[in-house]
């Protein structure tokens, strides 16, 4: 089993909805929760970062990390065509530089 | 800023012979990442170094598998033998701010071994 599952997709939806993207880690250890966002031909660029649990918002986006349940979500509202690119969940330890990314979900917002 | 330049961006060869990527750091970072990505495996973490170190290469594949950082901003990752399997895009990266361990990724190469 891997340390962190994210479910590659494809993700289909229309412009405007609402997307929620997820993955599931095992090790409890896990501290920093950070979503990268790749567009195609692309290197992986930060999107957001949390520490803990909680939520974070930004803009149209918002990080959700629930550690009693080690479970991870990104959302977007009323998304748009240019969101089309794959996200990918990563996370660390306390004092890690080392990251551990999930597979990565490709999502596609239709006009 | 960070600035990481990848090169080749597109190598394609024949299995058995040698392949050096190169990854060149634009400003001064102590910390230098190798991951490889596929559809099947994604993006995973081969080696990494610190001030030129390598401190992590439990994710290097195989002994096929080589990588230097002779300098402060410039490393390889030598494949010799390729084989097939090594296709893939390889991605540099480093950290952008060590706040929130910020990495920070090059363009990538894309490998494909014939």
């Known amino acids: 089993q891997k340390e962190v599952e994210q479910d590659p997709g494809p993700l289909s939806v229309p412009e405007g909805a609402i997307v929620s993207l997820n993955c599931t880690y095992s090790?409890?250890?896990?501290?920093?929760f950070m979503w990268y966002r790749q567009y195609s031909r692309k290197g992986p660029e930060l999107l957001m970062y949390?520490?803990?649990?909680g939520n974070k918002e930004d803009g149209r986006f918002t990080a959700q990390v629930d550690k009693s349940s080690k479970y991870i979500s990104l959302f977007i509202r009323d998304s748009q065509p240019s969101d089309s690119a794959t996200y990918l969940c990563?996370?660390?330890?306390?004092?890690?530089?080392?990251?551990?990314f999930g597979q990565g979900t490709r999502l596609t917002i239709n006009p | 800023d960070a600035g990481v330049i990848q090169s080749p961006r597109h190598e394609v060869t024949e299995m058995g012979q040698e392949v050096t990527l190169r990854c060149k750091l634009i400003?001064?970072?102590?910390?230098l990442f190798w991951y490889r990505q596929t559809m099947m495996r994604g993006l995973e973490l081969l080696i990494y170094?610190?001030?030129?170190?390598?401190?992590?290469d439990s994710g290097m594949p195989e002994d096929r598998f080589s990588a230097k950082m002779p300098n402060a901003s410039f490393s390889t990752l030598k494949i010799q033998p390729s084989e097939p399997r090594d296709s893939a895009v390889y991605f540099c990266?480093?950290?952008?701010?060590?706040?929130?361990?910020?990495?920070?990724f090059g363009p990538g190469t894309r490998l494909t071994v014939l």
């Open positions: 949390t520490y803990s649990s």
């Open positions: 990266a480093t950290i952008r701010d060590y706040l929130y361990n910020e990495q920070f």
């Open positions: 990563a996370m660390t330890f306390q004092g890690a530089q080392k990251l551990v």
């Open positions: 090790n409890s250890a896990f501290q920093y």
């Open positions: 170094f610190n001030n030129n170190v390598p401190i992590d």
């Open positions: 400003s001064g970072h102590n910390s």
